[in-house]
């Protein structure tokens, strides 16, 4: 907690009525689905490859977590109180403190997110003996693909400085990530946050989907950070 | 054999290595959508004595008879024993006769009567000592029998199985009507070659031997051409109420009812194993008529289990509970973060998380064992006052989520069988009953099973001549939503008491099945319509007599699920066919 940054963001959302909906609307639709869905699938026949309750409940958790995540980044939801990297330029941070005080917060913010839902998640698992280390392993990677695309918003925050032109470039990612990687070679397929889900629910994460997004999410931190010390410098 | 009918296995055991609880596995394939793989595993526990032959006995369905069943036996959780048996196609047939005779040939034209019927020659020792294991048995043949060769529990099974509905026929060899001749004429004479527990059953008594110059009365009565000689014949001097064929003015075949029963035996005074008969070209009607038509199942399993299946719904309470736990964590989170919008308070509310990752999977808990449910319906059908009852219980376990279910029938006398081919499945028979566990996954459908056996009941109902009273004995058991059933009309009684009642019953009564106003909703309506519209109904309700049908309070259920947090539904409907008097 040494990152005034990080301190400052979470000292924010945690104040804020907005993320206080967020959350509401989260815990709320995880909350539906989970009660919902409580009726046995009877109706299924023996054997079927649907995917189960619990996987549809993560598949709700990575969509909202990933918008969250992002959009709070990309000043597309305005936390109040929260300071967008931009404007930290001029206040006497350097560009790293900037930017891993960015990252981290929502980091935490996600995980946090994640452990609200855990209970709801295992009520889910429990109910039908799903284990639970292959539900861990999915909230891992859950949490490296929400924040790799919640770093490309913190990129986007910084690279636009038009609303219009940040949000509209954020949703063409949202799309190109969450429709787009559905149009890719089998092999590549699981770099679909849906996709990587519901394998990593089944026990097996995909490798290459955690290093892709733990790698976008690293790559546009270095560009962030690249581009907030030449604003600096400007 | 039959398919999909339970048969006793007797497995005689060789002196085992090691005493200690030990147990018989018998592993038997089944038909299933899954080929090669469906087994169900029957286990016989036992205590086994090192260097002792043991003789241990178990009913085993064979539903798949191209791959042979597989018995181990298993001492003390390892194995020392371990074999296959295959079942030959020859022996598998659409309808049974069964013949205990020393002479293990004769009947094999009856290949060529309708229905692919098999026969099997056996001695006294491989009858079976429960009478549900004559199921597959469309016809008895008793020629040579020594009457101490059966143990009390044989003859109990025997007696009872004809009560119930079984076949019977017994064969007076004129040699053992010889031995009986020093009796003849007594009033008490009974058949050559049963126990004397069984001599009640009998249609007839065994008189003298007599040489008959010709048989081709028979010849005349069921046709086909009989060789000339004469027939030696023990002649019956059949019972009140029995019918009987006479040759020369001989009764030579005597049948009826097995006194109280609904059974049919019939004895022969001639040995058809032996010339002329045994060349005669017309004996297959004979067997034709021994044998009978093939009864039609009063008790459609398949169709109540399905509606058993469709009758489980969730128990509302679980919805309630689940939905209650949800609304309060959700609210007590968001209240704790609104009361206090801080990094404490957000760190506060993981403690509501903790609480809540310790609660769930408890209420979890909960929620699977109220979801798993048993239904069951018994048909319980009394034997024409003999005392007991047939009692079919057909059950469906679900286990909505998925899971391991233990399922318990009780008494032991009931024998319990899945109604389906199941992998996984393990049928344990122990002394109080049997127990079938298994796995049912998520979705998969509710898994039916059977169990058939006998209780003690006596009931009655006997309807006048002129058909306007009614008289019902229910003993100690009283009865709702009774009625009158018979082809498609019912008559309605409402609640009956127990012990005797008698009922007026009006003419204009009657009315049409259809038309009876109950409500479909009605879980067990819609079981007793299974009952009296499936496949099974005819006949029920195409009898010479109308039937009456009640549901019955008191009677103990068959079947019970382990662990299950909701009662169940359960259903016993009593049926029973009027005498006229």
């Known amino acids: 907690m040494g990152n005034p940054v990080l301190r400052g963001d979470l000292r924010a959302r945690s104040r804020s009525p907005k993320v206080w909906v967020l959350e509401a609307v989260y815990l709320g639709v995880l909350g539906a689905l989970v009660f919902l869905g409580l009726p046995p699938e009877l109706g299924r026949l023996a054997g079927s490859r649907d995917p189960s309750l619990s996987v549809a409940v993560l598949w709700v958790q990575i969509v909202l977590l990933t918008y969250y995540a992002s959009a709070c980044l990309a000043q597309e939801i305005l936390v109040e109180g929260e300071k967008a990297a931009v404007d930290l330029v001029f206040a006497p941070f350097p560009a790293a403190v900037i930017v891993g005080g960015k990252s981290l917060s929502s980091l935490v913010t996600i995980l946090y997110w994640l452990l609200l839902g855990a209970p709801l998640l295992v009520l889910t698992a429990a109910i039908r003996q799903i284990p639970i280390g292959s539900l861990l392993s999915a909230a891992g990677l859950i949490a490296v693909v929400a924040w790799g695309i919640g770093q490309m918003g913190l990129l986007y925050s910084v690279l636009f400085e038009a609303e219009f032109s940040r949000t509209v470039a954020h949703w063409m990612t949202l799309l190109a990530i969450f429709a787009g990687t559905t149009l890719l070679p089998s092999s590549l397929r699981s770099l679909n946050p849906v996709e990587a889900t519901t394998a990593a629910a089944g026990g097996f994460p995909p490798a290459i989907a955690v290093a892709a997004y733990a790698g976008l999410g690293a790559f546009c931190g270095l560009w962030t950070w690249g581009r907030l010390r030449r604003l600096a410098a400007a | ?581």
């Open chain 2, 1 to 581: 054999m039959k398919i999909g009918v339970p048969l006793p296995l007797e497995v005689v055991l060789p002196p085992l290595p090691a005493s200690g609880p030990a147990e018989m596995v018998v592993d038997a394939p089944a038909l299933g959508p899954q080929a090669g793989q469906v087994v169900t595993t029957t286990a016989v526990p036992f205590e086994s004595v090192a260097d002792t032959v043991r003789v241990v006995e178990a009913p085993v369905v064979i539903s798949d008879p191209r791959r042979p069943l597989k018995v181990r036996v298993t001492v003390r959780g390892q194995q020392v024993l371990g074999t296959s048996a295959a079942v030959s196609p020859e022996h598998v047939g659409g309808r049974l006769v069964v013949a205990v005779s020393d002479d293990p040939t004769g009947l094999a034209a009856l290949h060529r009567l309708p229905g692919r019927v098999a026969v099997a020659y056996v001695t006294a020792e491989a009858l079976p000592r429960r009478w549900q294991e004559y199921a597959a048995v469309d016809l008895l043949v008793i020629r040579d029998l020594d009457p101490a060769a059966l143990d009390a529990a044989q003859q109990q099974a025997l007696l009872r199985w004809v009560r119930l509905g079984g076949r019977l026929l017994v064969v007076a060899r004129s040699a053992a009507a010889a031995q009986s001749a020093e009796t003849a004429g007594s009033p008490g004479g009974r058949g050559p070659a049963l126990p004397a527990a069984l001599d009640p059953l009998l249609p007839a008594d065994v008189g003298p031997v007599r040489a008959l110059p010709s048989a081709a009365g028979l010849a005349g009565h069921y046709g086909g051409t009989m060789p000339s000689g004469p027939l030696t014949v023990a002649t019956l001097r059949p019972r009140a109420g029995a019918g009987h064929v006479d040759l020369s003015g001989v009764p030579v075949i005597a049948s009826a009812g097995p006194g109280p029963g609904v059974g049919q035996v019939i004895i022969w005074g001639f040995d058809p194993w032996r010339p002329p008969l045994a060349e005669w070209s017309g004996r297959l009607r004979l067997w034709e008529e021994a044998l009978g038509s093939e009864p039609a199942p009063r008790v459609d399993a398949e169709g109540l289990a399905a509606r058993l299946a469709a009758g489980t719904p969730l128990d509302p309470a679980v919805h309630a509970q689940v939905l209650g736990a949800i609304l309060l964590y959700v609210a007590l989170l968001l209240g704790l973060r609104r009361w206090k919008p801080t990094v404490a308070g957000a760190a506060a509310a993981l403690l509501i998380v903790l609480a809540a990752l310790g609660a769930f999977p408890v209420l979890a808990g909960m929620v699977r064992d109220r979801s798993a449910t048993l239904a069951q319906v018994t048909i319980i059908e009394p034997g024409g006052g003999a005392g007991s009852a047939r009692a079919t219980t057909v059950a469906a376990v679900a286990v909505p989520y998925g899971g391991r279910y233990r399922v318990t029938a009780a008494p032991a006398e009931m024998l319990a069988e899945p109604l389906t081919p199941a992998s996984d499945l393990r049928v344990v028979l122990g002394r109080a009953g049997s127990e079938l566990t298994g796995v049912l996954r998520s979705g998969d459908p509710p898994r039916p099973f059977l169990a058939v056996g006998a209780i003690p009941l006596s009931a009655s109902a006997v309807l006048s001549r002129d058909g306007r009273s009614l008289a019902v004995d229910l003993g100690p058991l009283r009865a709702s939503r009774v009625e009158l059933r018979w082809r498609d009309r019912l008559y309605p009684l409402a609640d009956l008491p127990a012990g005797r009642t008698l009922r007026d019953l009006r003419p204009d009564g009657w009315i049409a099945a259809a038309s009876d106003g109950r409500p479909s909703s009605d879980w067990s309506a819609r079981v007793r319509d299974v009952i009296f519209e499936g496949a099974g109904a005819d006949a029920i309700l195409k009898g010479a007599t109308p039937v009456l049908a009640g549901e019955l309070d008191g009677i103990a259920p068959v079947f019970t699920l382990g662990g299950a947090g909701a009662p169940g539904q359960r259903l016993t409907v009593l049926l029973v066919p009027l005498e006229r008097r």
